[in-house]
């Protein structure tokens, strides 16, 4: 059975990262769009908002409040990134094109089991 957490009406990146931690999902400070370009400041950025701040990356992925913590108190305006594969996977399927073959997996092996699901993912 999934835990369940509440967050605030309108909460803010670091009320979220603090939640997931609390599920045991271990997260990470991401950069975030800054205009048309990264906050790491690269100019030829080729993954705006969507890299880790962090020394080792998705190593540093943690679920200690203190180090959530002191990550968003140092980034407030960071990005939220969810290591997967430890408490749960994720399947991403980019429009019509990954439909298809997930629909050709689905009558071949039979539909995939429920779970959480979204349709408001970024491009990538």
């Not at 203190?66 to 980019?94: H, K, M, Y």
Request: charged residues 20%; aromatic residues 6%.
């Amino acid at each position: 059975m999934m835990s369940t957490f509440h967050l605030p009406t309108k909460p803010s990146l670091a009320d979220a990262a603090l939640q997931y931690g609390l599920l045991g999902w271990p997260v990470v400070p991401l950069h975030e769009p800054a205009g048309d370009r990264c906050s790491c400041g690269g100019s030829s950025c080729r993954s705006p908002g969507k890299h880790p701040r962090t020394r080792h990356g998705l190593k540093d992925a943690s679920t200690d409040p203190a180090t959530i913590e002191g990550w968003w108190t140092e980034f407030p305006t960071a990005n939220v990134a969810i290591l997967t594969g430890v408490g749960f996977d994720v399947l991403d399927v980019d429009g019509p094109a990954g439909e298809q073959p997930l629909e050709a997996v689905a009558m071949t092996h039979g539909p995939l089991p429920n779970g959480p699901d979204s349709d408001e993912g970024g491009a990538g």
